[in-house]
């Protein structure tokens, strides 16, 4: 007996009428829309209104007129202070809760706080919030033994915030004058600001002789950064983004070009006297030195002193 084959034709279904659910999303108008989003989402540094707190103690009547000493005499911070005296209409001065104790700042005690953070973002590159006080490690030698202080960082960087410190672009350190800085800040900060350390092979350590062409090269660039004056295109607070593009991550790369040329008893030497804080560590993945041609130059007018 032969098959047979049913043929099923649907032209005449009625179905109905069928609403899908799904969205055909325009995807330009969409980016569009986004846009300002990603921008700011972008930024590595971010501060809002609503992380900003100021407080009174609900005994003390808020003048007519709020100034940066009242505020400081209630136990704000600085920087929250003086944001809200920027635009009172969106920083709302709240009842400090009870029993929380209220310790007023002195000027003098908020200029320590200010400069401890300064001090760490000019020798380390960023401020400090760390809360040990382990001289050397978390705490400079001379904040310790010259300027007397006895907190660690975090309680300095409260005094200046209730947010996070990273949370501002530490670049604002490039535009303080420091013609009237302290004698003992001048001449400790003589010796050498944040960013140089992985310079130190190539400042301390005699040149090698018979180097190979390339390496030659990445070492001449290597040495125009060391005889270039401090600036600000070179520290890592204010680091120009052209130095990226041009030279690659910068201390990884003199870290393989030193492992390169150096041997392992003069790093050795320098860990032993403290210049760098432990051996260079190779990263593969780091090649820029090798292809090093274009001597640097700091940029007119960005000499740090």
Excluded: C, K
Aim: charged share 20%; aromatic share 10%; hydrophobic share 40%.
């Amino acid at each position: 007996m032969a098959a047979t084959v049913t043929n099923v034709n649907f032209d005449n279904t009625r179905l109905g009428n069928i609403v899908f659910q799904a969205l055909d999303i325009d995807l330009v108008s969409l980016a569009r829309q986004l846009q300002v989003y990603v921008d700011q989402g972008s930024r590595r540094y971010s501060l809002s209104y609503a992380d900003i707190n100021v407080m009174r103690d609900s005994s003390a009547r808020q003048p007519d007129q709020v100034t940066l000493e009242w505020l400081l005499q209630q136990g704000n911070s600085l920087l929250d202070s003086l944001i809200y005296l920027t635009d009172t209409n969106r920083v709302t001065i709240r009842v400090r809760p009870p029993g929380e104790q209220t310790v007023p700042i002195s000027p003098d005690d908020m200029a320590r706080a200010v400069f401890v953070q300064f001090f760490f973002i000019l020798t380390r590159g960023s401020p400090s919030e760390s809360t040990g006080q382990q001289v050397g490690a978390e705490v400079p030698n001379f904040l310790r033994r010259i300027l007397s202080v006895d907190h660690p960082p975090i309680f300095y960087a409260r005094r200046l915030a209730t947010f996070e410190l990273n949370r501002i672009n530490p670049g604002w350190v490039r535009h303080i004058r420091l013609t009237n800085l302290g004698t003992e800040a001048m001449n400790r900060l003589g010796l050498g600001v944040a960013g140089y350390r992985a310079l130190s092979p190539f400042r301390f350590i005699t040149r090698p002789a018979n180097l190979p062409q390339n390496r030659e090269r990445a070492y001449d660039v290597a040495m125009s950064m060391v005889n270039a004056p401090a600036n600000w295109d070179f520290h890592p607070a204010t680091r120009s983004p052209r130095l990226l593009t041009q030279y690659g991550p910068i201390n990884q790369n003199l870290f393989n070009l030193a492992l390169d040329i150096f041997t392992t008893q003069d790093l050795q030497e320098l860990v032993d006297a403290r210049i760098l804080y432990q051996l260079p560590v190779r990263n593969p993945a780091v090649t820029n030195y090798r292809a090093w041609e274009v001597l640097y130059q700091a940029p007119q007018g960005s000499n740090i002193f």
